[in-house]
């Protein structure tokens, strides 16, 4: 297994590609999310030049996971689509905070049609790179729209977490956004199990 990261500069067309459809199948096929797509690929105006990538491929060279990493001085996910999570707080503006978003660790093609399609330790470890690639960019500290099951899982994990405000119902699920903050240092532990997308 082999995770790498980078910017859209970095990856070759097929890898984006690969990438698009593998977010296709995870948030749109397999979670049912509404999201604007274009055929059977997933992105948005949050896919940039700057935006940084994690995909996770197995020994075959099929994607098995993905994240997508922004600075939060410049536009993103939660602060355009999701302000209400942040309560009464106004949206972190920071190139020290970065978000985590687009985040799924699961291999599609094994997936039977009535399993949850919510991971494995791989998120764990994909979570490791994350904060080594922020920290490298100047960034303390991580935040993400999160299922309230995630919280529980960082706390285990021996990460740093907390809630920006209390949680709200969305399409049936509640989240909140999530702070984690950054520990480059940190690695997840041989015995750890984690089930999450974001």
Do not use: N
């Amino acid at each position: 297994m082999e995770i790498i990261a980078g910017t859209v500069d970095s990856f070759s067309a097929g890898v984006l590609l690969d990438m698009a459809r593998y977010r296709h199948q995870v948030f749109v096929e397999k979670l049912g999310w509404k999201l604007d797509t274009r055929g059977r690929f997933e992105l948005d105006e949050f896919d940039r030049k700057d935006t940084i990538y994690l995909i996770a491929r197995d020994p075959q060279g099929l994607i098995v996971g993905t994240s997508r990493l922004l600075p939060t001085h410049r536009p993103y996910l939660l602060a355009s689509v999701f302000p209400q999570l942040l309560g009464d707080l106004p949206a972190p503006c920071s190139p020290h905070i970065w978000e985590l978003s687009r985040f799924a660790a699961v291999d599609v093609a094994r997936l039977g049609p009535s399993e949850d399609p919510h991971g494995s330790s791989l998120a764990l470890d994909m979570l490791s790179v994350a904060m080594q690639a922020v920290a490298g960019h100047g960034g303390q500290r991580l935040i993400s729209v999160s299922p309230l099951g995630v919280e529980r899982i960082l706390r285990r994990a021996g990460l740093r977490a907390h809630r920006a405000a209390p949680p709200v119902l969305i399409d049936g699920t509640y989240l909140f956004a999530c702070y984690i903050d950054v520990d480059k240092a940190w690695r997840p532990r041989p015995d750890r199990c984690v089930d999450t997308t974001r």
